[in-house]
């Protein structure tokens, strides 16, 4: 289950607490906690919901890295969760 270490190193690149991420994907800080460490697993729909908050492919998250150079995986730390840092 790569997307463990992936999202929480997603998380912390761009700042963010695991309440804010959380929020966003509208569970409990703590069930999020449990996807983090592996003990919960993620939905295919938060997964995808993930990797459009942080503007990454699903491969980025799955694999590690893009299976296909589709240009989106080289981008900053993600736009769209600036507005959480409020």
Do not use: W
Not at 6 to 11: F, H, N, S, V
Not at 47 to 61: G, H, K, N
């Amino acid at each position: 289950m790569f997307y463990v270490a992936a999202i929480k190193a997603l998380r912390i690149a761009n700042g963010l607490s695991q309440k804010q991420v959380a929020d966003y994907l509208h569970v409990d800080r703590s069930t999020y906690a449990y996807i983090e460490l592996g003990r919960t697993r993620m939905h295919v729909e938060t997964l995808v919901s993930l990797a459009e908050f942080y503007q990454v492919s699903l491969d980025t998250l799955v694999y590690g890295k893009p299976k296909m150079n589709n240009g989106n995986d080289n981008l900053p730390p993600c736009f769209s969760c600036h507005y959480l840092l409020k």
